[in-house]
């Protein structure tokens, strides 16, 4: 089985020597997505949050999927005095579907942003 490997303009270019999705079979696999909106870092949790999670969103719909085809989530923050702010966004971004997630600090992350998401959904 090949992988293929996901593109959109919709989300930010990967920033390294890696692609923004890779799909295997109906399985999507989105890298890390930075809070990026129209080439600008998102320096407020809240907006930061959204902004990770609507890129993420964006690459899974170019590979077919949708929000409720996310599976796993895996949330790398800066600060973990963060996490009410971030599950409110969070809550509101996925509502009634809950896939599994991870939340860990972590001690730097590319741009010195302030999180990075990642994902797995399945279509």
């Known amino acids: 089985m090949s992988v293929e490997f996901l593109k959109t303009d919709k989300a930010p270019a990967a920033i390294g020597p890696y692609s923004q999705a890779g799909k295997v079979g109906n399985l999507i696999f989105v890298s890390g997505q930075l809070p990026i909106t129209n080439g600008e870092l998102q320096t407020e949790i809240k907006a930061a949050t959204l902004a990770s999670l609507t890129n993420v969103l964006e690459i899974i719909k170019a590979g077919g999927g949708s929000l409720e085809s996310i599976a796993k989530v895996n949330v790398f923050v800066k600060d973990m005095n963060d996490f009410e702010a971030i599950n409110g966004v969070y809550a509101e971004f996925f509502g009634n579907h809950k896939p599994?997630?991870?939340?860990?600090?972590?001690?730097?992350?590319?741009?010195?942003?302030?999180?990075?998401?990642?994902?797995?959904?399945?279509v």
């Open 100 to 122: 599994a997630r991870a939340l860990v600090q972590v001690a730097k992350l590319p741009k010195d942003a302030l999180i990075e998401i990642e994902a797995i959904a399945a």
